[in-house]
C-alpha cells in the first residue's frame, strides 16, 4: 500500500489545517491507520490514531482537544483536523497504516507497516 499525504502549510498560531491521507488500495479501509510527526532535532512520536471503521481513535496528550482524526473509507482516505495550532505543532507529518485488524486503534503500539512521505506544518508564532 502506498500512501499519500497532503494538506501540509504555514499557519498562524491559532488556526487550522486539514492533513489528508490518501491510499493507493482498497485494501487500506480495513487497515488501521496512525499520524506521526517528527520536528527538526527530535524523535518522531505519536499524534493520532484511528481504527478501521473510524469507531475508535486515540490521540496524544498534546494534541488532545485540539486535533479530530477521522476517515473516509469509500474515498480510501484518512483526514487529521488541527485545530488551535501552536509552535510546536510545527514538524514533517507522517500517516502510517497497519493491516492488524482490530476494533480499537492501536494509538503508538501499532507495527504500521507502511507509511507515507510526510508532509510539513510548520505554525508562526
Known amino acids: 500500500v502506498q500512501l499519500q499525504a497532503s494538506g501540509g502549510g504555514l499557519v498562524q498560531a491559532g488556526g487550522s489545517l486539514r492533513l489528508s491521507c490518501a491510499a493507493s488500495?482498497?485494501?487500506?479501509?480495513?487497515?488501521?491507520v496512525g499520524w506521526f510527526r517528527q520536528a527538526p532535532g527530535k524523535e518522531r512520536e505519536f499524534v493520532a490514531a484511528i481504527s478501521w471503521s473510524g469507531g475508535s481513535t486515540e490521540f496524544a496528550d498534546s494534541v488532545k482537544g485540539r486535533f479530530i482524526i477521522s476517515r473516509d473509507n469509500a474515498k480510501n482516505t484518512v483526514y487529521l483536523q488541527m485545530n488551535s495550532l501552536k509552535w510546536e505543532d510545527t514538524a514533517v507529518y507522517y500517516c502510517?497504516?497497519?493491516?492488524?485488524?482490530?476494533?480499537?486503534?492501536?494509538?503508538?503500539?501499532?507495527?504500521?507497516?507502511?507509511w507515507g512521505q510526510g508532509t510539513q506544518v510548520t505554525v508562526s508564532s
Open positions: 502510517a497504516a497497519d493491516p492488524t485488524w482490530g476494533e480499537y486503534a492501536l494509538g503508538p503500539r501499532g507495527a504500521y507497516d507502511y
Open positions: 488500495e482498497r485494501t487500506f479501509k480495513n487497515y488501521a
